[in-house]
């Protein structure tokens, strides 16, 4: 059972362009979360969508940042007009029905 | 609200030793707890978690952990390190949902096994 699939691994954007992340959850995970660790810190939660429905976003920044869990497809990560602060590793993960979160292998995001 | 702390962002034993991470928690609910394992440039893996049945719980790799409610504690223990557990732990809590919502994450504390 293939894990948590992330794309891409790395990903080098310019200030003001926009970066989308991809998230691909476990076969049968219908739950996906977005976190997103800065160096030197901890994971920060983002957002939590079920399939089409985002369930909290009390994580995500006001502006430029986005998330969908389409019906069919991955989850997406939209950060729009990206700046410096924006260079971290975004993780994604995913749950089945357990209470357990399963983690993919991040993208590196680096804003020139 | 709730919060994870984690007592030393670097931690170094040696090879055969005993391997003790402190991790204390604050939830106005019954927490969740987690240890999660990370991997220099690879995601997070699941060493082991609490969901309100035994308060000792045995994870992977040998490493286990005791809830004290009294002492709001989750501490990450295994009783002889090896080379390959090298590698940042982190502990984390949930609502009484356990993972469903968004865990709350420590900062980290980065393991240093020395030979």
């Known amino acids: 059972n293939a894990g948590v699939m992330q794309n891409p691994r790395h990903l080098v954007r310019r200030r003001g362009q926009e970066a989308r992340l991809r998230c691909s959850p476990m076969k049968g995970h219908s739950h996906v979360y977005w976190y997103r660790q800065l160096p030197e810190e901890g994971l920060k939660f983002m957002v939590y969508l079920q399939k089409e429905n985002i369930i909290d976003e009390s994580g995500m920044p006001k502006e430029r940042f986005s998330a969908e869990f389409p019906k069919e497809g991955p989850s997406i990560l939209r950060i729009q007009q990206v700046v410096r602060g924006d260079s971290a590793a975004y993780f994604c993960?995913?749950?089945?029905?357990?209470?357990?979160?399963?983690f993919g292998p991040g993208t590196r995001l680096t804003v020139l | 609200a709730q919060s994870v702390t984690q007592l030393g962002s670097h931690v170094s034993v040696s090879e055969g030793a005993l391997v003790l991470l402190r991790c204390n928690y604050s939830s106005s609910v019954p927490p969740y707890l987690f240890w999660y394992v990370q991997y220099p440039n690879q995601g997070l893996q699941l060493l082991l978690k609490y969901t309100s049945a035994a308060t000792l719980v045995k994870g992977i790799n040998g490493f286990e952990a005791e809830f004290k409610k009294s002492e709001t504690s989750f501490h990450l223990t295994k009783p002889s390190a090896h080379m390959s557990d090298a590698a940042e732990y982190f502990c984390a809590v949930g609502y009484s949902g356990g993972g469903a919502d968004g865990l709350t994450f420590g900062k980290g504390t980065h393991l240093i096994i020395q030979p």
């Open positions: 993960a995913s749950r089945g029905p357990t209470d357990t979160q399963y």
